[in-house]
């Protein structure tokens, strides 16, 4: 049974980066679209970005468009986030999902009743 794990969270201060990873085992990532959310407590899951099982088609959310990255490593199993001129509204529990048979749902990002299967998270801070 494929498992999902995130790791690289923490606490940055404005302006920094960070790299979330999402390491899967159990199976391979490699043919699945992969999607990252976050969370705030006492608000709904958003969808942040998406990477599709061929690696064409990647989703960014407007809120982080020029400053978030979607990579997938096929050798190591991965998909990582690279979170680039970091801001206290990026604070977030993120996690990473994937959707076994379909793609990171076009200009309205991937839905979250879509996923398959889910990681724990992640949490990022961000503060100065």
């Not at 958003?46 to 599709?52: D, L, R």
């Not at 096929?74 to 998909?79: G, I, P």
């Not at 990473?96 to 990681?119: F, I, K, Q, V």
């Amino acid at each position: 049974q494929l498992e999902l794990a995130e790791s690289g969270g923490g606490f940055m201060q404005p302006g920094g980066s960070l790299t979330l990873s999402c390491a899967g085992s159990g199976d391979t990532l490699n043919d699945k679209t992969v999607a990252w959310f976050r969370q705030v407590p006492g608000k709904g899951r958003e969808a942040v970005s998406c990477i599709s099982s061929t690696d064409m088609r990647t989703y960014y959310a407007p809120f982080v468009k020029g400053r978030f990255t979607i990579t997938r490593d096929r050798a190591k199993n991965t998909v990582y986030l690279q979170m680039n001129s970091l801001i206290p509204e990026d604070t977030a529990n993120y996690s990473c999902a994937l959707n076994r048979w379909g793609g990171c749902g076009g200009t309205s990002g991937p839905r979250e009743d879509l996923m398959n299967a889910w990681g724990k998270g992640t949490l990022v801070t961000v503060s100065s």
